[in-house]
């Protein structure tokens, strides 16, 4: 089993950025694939951006694409997010997952099997 635990969140200025983390422990993440996502209030968790158990490719939602970038170190076992031109629309909580399949670039929650507790983002305009 996977624990993950995210952060780097807060409250930032419109057009800032922030680099979030997700720190695992109980398995290596080099075994998954890893993705981000985000839940606004009163909304569905949606899909933010994936990668697989090396690095090599990555996935992102059209709504992200060219702001943000996820990337991993299998060494400290911990996936990254990093956000910039940040707008007001990106205020959620942004959860880390992994998912079993190394190779997998998921975008549907019903395929990551470990959750982590999530990290609040507060865009301010």
């Known amino acids: 089993q996977v624990q993950l635990v995210e952060s780097g969140g807060g409250l930032v200025q419109a057009g800032g950025s922030l680099r979030l983390s997700c720190a695992a422990s109980?398995?290596?993440?080099?075994?998954?694939?890893m993705g981000w996502f985000r839940q606004a209030p009163g909304k569905e968790r949606e899909f933010v951006a994936a990668i697989t158990w090396n690095g090599g490719s990555t996935y992102y939602a059209d709504s992200v694409k060219g702001r943000f970038t996820i990337s991993r170190d299998n060494v400290r076992n911990t996936l990254y997010l990093q956000i910039n031109s940040l707008k007001p629309e990106d205020t959620a909580v942004y959860y880390c997952?992994?998912?079993?399949?190394?190779?997998?670039?998921?975008?549907?929650?019903?395929?990551?099997?470990?959750w982590g507790q999530g990290t609040q983002v507060t865009i301010s305009s």
């Open positions: 109980g398995r290596r993440l080099i075994t998954y694939a």
């Open positions: 997952a992994a998912n079993k399949k190394p190779i997998a670039l998921d975008r549907q929650v019903g395929e990551y099997d470990y």
